[in-house]
C-alpha cells in the first residue's frame, strides 16, 4: 500500500492549470523549454509535477531575469519562470484566489478574474459625468518591495491550506538568474512575470 501524499492536491486542478498556462503561452526560463517542448511528453510532465507538489519535494527553479524598457526612461526587470513552474503557480493561483477574491473592492480591476482594463475604462467614463475630478498615482517599485513576512501574513488571515501557504512561501524566495548568469536572492518583493504574483500583490 502506497503512503498518503503530505499534501492532498488534485490532479485535475494541474490539469486546468495547463490549460490555462498553454492559453496564455509566454517564453521560456532558464531551461530554455518551451511550452511545445513540455508537451512533447505533456502527460509524464504533468504527473512529475504533480507528484512533486503532493510530496512536497518540488523547489522553485530561479526565474530568467529579462530587462524590459519603461516608457518614462529606465527598466523593468522581469522575472520569466519555466514552462513547469507557470503550471505550478497557476496551481496554487486556482486553489488560493477563491479564498480572496470576496474581500476586494468592487472597483478593484488589476489581476482580477473576469475583470479587465475595459471594465474599469468603461465605469471610469461613467463616473466622468458625476465628479469632475480625477486622483493618479503609482506604487512605486510595488512588486519589488513587499515584505514578505507582512506578505504571508495576510495570506495566513486567509487560508489554513497548507500546501498553499507552503508553496507560496518557496516561490517567495526563487532566485532571479540574470542575463551575465549570476543569481540574484530574494528578500523582499515577488517577481514581475510569475503567475502567482499579481493576486499576492492584490492581496
Same mark, same amino acid.
Given at each position: 500500500?502506497?503512503?498518503?501524499?503530505?499534501?492532498?492536491?488534485?490532479?485535475?486542478?494541474?490539469?486546468?492549470? @495547463?490549460?490555462?498556462?498553454?492559453?496564455?503561452?509566454?517564453?521560456?526560463?532558464?531551461?530554455?523549454?518551451?511550452?511545445?517542448? @513540455?508537451?512533447?511528453?505533456?502527460?509524464?510532465?504533468?504527473?512529475?509535477?504533480? =507528484?512533486?507538489?503532493?510530496?512536497?519535494?518540488?523547489?522553485?527553479?530561479?526565474?530568467?531575469?529579462?530587462?524590459?524598457?519603461?516608457?518614462?526612461?529606465?527598466?523593468?526587470?522581469?522575472?520569466?519562470?519555466?514552462?513547469?513552474?507557470?503550471?505550478?503557480?497557476?496551481?496554487?493561483?486556482?486553489? @488560493?484566489?477563491?479564498?480572496?477574491?470576496?474581500? @476586494?473592492?468592487?472597483?478593484?480591476?488589476?489581476?482580477?478574474?473576469?475583470?479587465?482594463?475595459?471594465?474599469?475604462?468603461?465605469?471610469?467614463?461613467?463616473?466622468? &459625468?458625476?465628479?469632475?475630478?480625477?486622483?493618479?498615482?503609482?506604487?512605486?517599485?510595488?512588486?519589488?518591495?513587499?515584505?514578505?513576512?507582512?506578505?504571508?501574513?495576510?495570506?495566513?488571515?486567509?487560508?489554513?491550506?497548507? &500546501?498553499?501557504?507552503?508553496?507560496?512561501?518557496?516561490?517567495?524566495?526563487?532566485?532571479?538568474?540574470?542575463?551575465?548568469?549570476?543569481?540574484?536572492?530574494?528578500?523582499?518583493?515577488?517577481?514581475?512575470?510569475?503567475?502567482?504574483?499579481?493576486?499576492? =500583490?492584490?492581496?
Amino acid at each position: 500500500m502506497k503512503a498518503a501524499k503530505p499534501f492532498n492536491i488534485p490532479k485535475t486542478l494541474v490539469w486546468e492549470a @495547463f490549460k490555462l498556462v498553454k492559453a496564455n503561452q509566454g517564453s521560456a526560463g532558464i531551461d530554455q523549454k518551451s511550452l511545445e517542448d @513540455f508537451e512533447q511528453n505533456l502527460s509524464g510532465n504533468l504527473y512529475k509535477l504533480w =507528484n512533486r507538489l503532493s510530496s512536497g519535494t518540488y523547489f522553485p527553479p530561479a526565474v530568467q531575469g529579462v530587462a524590459i524598457p519603461k516608457k518614462q526612461g529606465g527598466e523593468r526587470v522581469l522575472g520569466i519562470p519555466t514552462v513547469s513552474d507557470r503550471i505550478a503557480q497557476m496551481t496554487i493561483k486556482l486553489a @488560493f484566489e477563491p479564498c480572496v477574491e470576496p474581500h @476586494f473592492l468592487d472597483d478593484s480591476y488589476g489581476y482580477r478574474p473576469n475583470k479587465s482594463a475595459l471594465d474599469a475604462v468603461g465605469i471610469t467614463r461613467q463616473r466622468c &459625468w458625476q465628479y469632475n475630478w480625477l486622483l493618479e498615482f503609482d506604487i512605486k517599485g510595488l512588486f519589488d518591495h513587499i515584505d514578505h513576512e507582512l506578505l504571508m501574513k495576510a495570506v495566513r488571515k486567509h487560508t489554513n491550506n497548507r &500546501w498553499i501557504i507552503f508553496y507560496i512561501k518557496r516561490w517567495l524566495k526563487a532566485p532571479m538568474q540574470m542575463s551575465d548568469g549570476k543569481l540574484v536572492k530574494r528578500t523582499l518583493g515577488t517577481p514581475q512575470g510569475g503567475v502567482i504574483s499579481p493576486v499576492l =500583490n492584490v492581496n
